[in-house]
C-alpha cells in the first residue's frame, strides 16, 4: 500500500486525473508510464479508497481532490516521499529481528540518531500534512482569544504548529528547538507564515538543551514516542519546569484506547516504533498520564482531534 502511493505521488497520478485525464491511454501520456502499469496501479489504489473506477475510467474519490492533487491549496501528498523513504522502509524489511531483540536492528539507535537526516526529509514532506493538524490544535486550545502567550515548540520538525498558534494568537512567541539542519525548514514556515518576528531557534536535542522557563505553553507534538517510559519522564520532567505555574504541556500523540487494538491508526503504531527506535511505543493515556504525574503534572486531560488520528493531552502543571 506505501509502495502503491508513494508510485501514485511519484507519477503526479492524482494531478493528472485531478485535470481530466481518466482512461488508461491519456494517464499513460500524461504520466510517462506504460498503459498496463497505469492500469494496474490505478486499479490498485481503488482497492484502496484512493480513486473510482467506472466504465474503465477513473476519477478521485471523495476527498482525494482536496488531499491528494497538487494544485490545491491542502495538498497533503508529499508525505509519501517521508513515509515510504528508503530510511523507513529497509527497518520493515527486518521486523523479525526486531521482535526478537524488543527494538530496533538499525545501527547507531536508529532514526534516534544525533541529527538523523530523515529529521529534515520529514520536516519537508511532512508539513502540509501537520499544517492541518495545527490549525485544529489552535481551535482547541482557542489560541484566538488566549493571552499573549511564550510557547517552547520541542522537536519543531517542519514548525508547523507553533506556527499556527502565532497565526491566531498574534501576540505568541514562539521558540523552536530541534536540531540546526531541522530548524532551517522550520524558520522557512515562519517566514511564510508572516510571524518570523516572534520566532526563535532553539538548537540542539531535547534531551540536553536549557529549555529556559516561564513558558505559557510547551508543545510536545509526535516526540515521547520515540522514547521508552523513563526516558518520557526525564522529557516531562524538564517540560514541567520550563512551565509558568498553571502553565499547560500540550502533547499530539498517537494514543490508542486501552484494548490497543484500536483505533487501527494509533494501535499500528507501535509497530512503527519497535522497528525504527530502541524503546520507543504508542503509548494510552493511562500510560502517559501515569508519566505526567510522575513528572509533577497535576492534571490531564484527553482530547480528541477529529478528523485527524492524532489525539491531545493537556497537562497542567
Excluded at 521486523?95 to 534516534?112: E, F, H, M, Q
Excluded at 514562539?174 to 540546526?180: E, K, N, Q, T
Amino acid at each position: 500500500r506505501s509502495g502503491a502511493f508513494k508510485a501514485a505521488i511519484d507519477l503526479d497520478l492524482f494531478t493528472a486525473i485531478g485535470e481530466g485525464n481518466d482512461s488508461t491511454a491519456a494517464l499513460a501520456s500524461r504520466c510517462r508510464a506504460a498503459e498496463r502499469g497505469i492500469r494496474v496501479l490505478c486499479d490498485t489504489l481503488a482497492t484502496m479508497g484512493l480513486l473510482t473506477r467506472k466504465d474503465g475510467r477513473y476519477a478521485l474519490a471523495r476527498g482525494a481532490d482536496a488531499l491528494l492533487d497538487r494544485r490545491s491549496a491542502t495538498y497533503v501528498g508529499s508525505a509519501a516521499t517521508f513515509v515510504a523513504s528508503p530510511q523507513l522502509m529497509e527497518p520493515f524489511m527486518r521486523v523479525a529481528d526486531a521482535v526478537r531483540r524488543g527494538g530496533t536492528v538499525i545501527p547507531d539507535d536508529g532514526t534516534l540518531a544525533a541529527e538523523h537526516p530523515i529529521w529534515v526529509e520529514f520536516a519537508r514532506a511532512m508539513g502540509p500534512l501537520a499544517a492541518l493538524s495545527g490549525r485544529l490544535l489552535a481551535n482547541l486550545l482557542r489560541a484566538d482569544t488566549a493571552p499573549p502567550w511564550k510557547v517552547l515548540d520541542i522537536a519543531a520538525g517542519h514548525g508547523e504548529f507553533g506556527v499556527a498558534l502565532a497565526r491566531v494568537n498574534r501576540k505568541a512567541e514562539i521558540v523552536a528547538l530541534d536540531w540546526p539542519n531541522v530548524l532551517a525548514v522550520a524558520e522557512e514556515t515562519a517566514r511564510k507564515a508572516g510571524v518570523i518576528d516572534r520566532f526563535r531557534k532553539l538548537p540542539g536535542s531535547a534531551l540536553n538543551v536549557d529549555f529556559g522557563e516561564g513558558y505559557d505553553l510547551v508543545l510536545v507534538t509526535n516526540f515521547l514516542h520515540h522514547f521508552d517510559p523513563a526516558g518520557c519522564e526525564t522529557i516531562l520532567k524538564k517540560v514541567h519546569r520550563a512551565l509558568k505555574p498553571a502553565g499547560r504541556a500540550v502533547t499530539l500523540e498517537f494514543v490508542p484506547n486501552e484494548d490497543r487494538v484500536s483505533p487501527p491508526e494509533a494501535a499500528t503504531f507501535s509497530l512503527v516504533m519497535l522497528v525504527t527506535t530502541p524503546g520507543g511505543d504508542a503509548y494510552t493515556f493511562r500510560e502517559l498520564d501515569h508519566m505526567m504525574r510522575s513528572a509533577g503534572f497535576a492534571k490531564n486531560e484527553l482530547h480528541e482531534l477529529p478528523p485527524a488520528f492524532h489525539r491531545v493531552v493537556i497537562s497542567t502543571k
